[in-house]
């Protein structure tokens, strides 16, 4: 089993608090190093929060794996705290990926980013931008909040979105005067405003949430979430991608993942699962991380 080593990553005079996982096997080694995995988390989740499990299985397949938590949430630095920006969200990433061509032993032209639900719309943003990428994951994506609102939209009794809107309001406004943020729960039950609110989203959080994780973020995305349309830079990747999508996914629209994914010429897998059932202990952990290892050791072989 892998043991990770604290680093930490300069962005914009904050700092990225990550964990270095090095690989178990060599046989992914050429003259410049190993492959390396950089992986961050969904919305408003850390990297205590089940990253751990996905990054000890891609170890023991020959890559190192750099997790990291966004600045503003757990050790990483930023004010104010649970703000959740997806432009500095996808700066982060860039930020870790340039760190990881440093690291020693890592090959600098095989770093693959991966993402999970809200950062696997991020990935494909990051990949886009940089023409180094060699590959990409992403697992559960969430990528046209277009598309996450729409379907909120038929699913949600018309006072959540009044609720949800009042709370986004007051907490921009807060953010204008310079205030603490006002705070919408992450996940809550079915009907109440939260970021996810499916049946089951409660559940499954807490059983893979870590002790850094909080119950929060900064409402303020609300009233911008649906211009955020990572689907948008699918056609520009140049890399080799993997999207998994949970047919039955209730936080995540497959549909627009699918979509990204004919853009993007990716690799597709299919799981007849919902959006929490691919983490570490869930019922399609073991098949998803499983299938991200062969499509990376086929991707990045020497």
Known sequence: MSTATTVVVAVQGDTI?????????????????????????????????????FAQVLAAGGLDVVTFDYRHFAASSGEPRQLVSPRLQVDDYLAVVRHARTLEGVDPDRIVVWGVSFSGGHVLRVSAQDSRIAGVVALTPAVDGAAVVASMLRTQPGSYFTRLIALAVRDAVAGWRGRVPVMAPIVAEVGEP?????????????ATAGPTWRNEFAARLFLTVAAYRPITSARHIQCPVLVQIGDRDRSAPPAPAARAAIVSGAT??????????VYPGAAWHERVVRDQVRFLRRTLAV
């Not at 492959?35 to 408003?44: L, Q, T």
């Open 268 to 277: 597709v897998h299919h799981y007849p699962c919902d959006h929490f059932d």
């Open 17 to 53: 608090d990550a964990r270095h996982h090095r690989a178990e096997i060599d046989d992914l080694r050429n003259a410049s190093g190993v492959p390396c995995v950089v992986m961050a988390h969904g919305i408003g989740a850390t990297q205590d929060s089940g990253l751990e499990g």
């Open 194 to 206: 939260a970021a996810l609110n499916s049946a089951g989203a409660v559940e499954g959080m807490l």
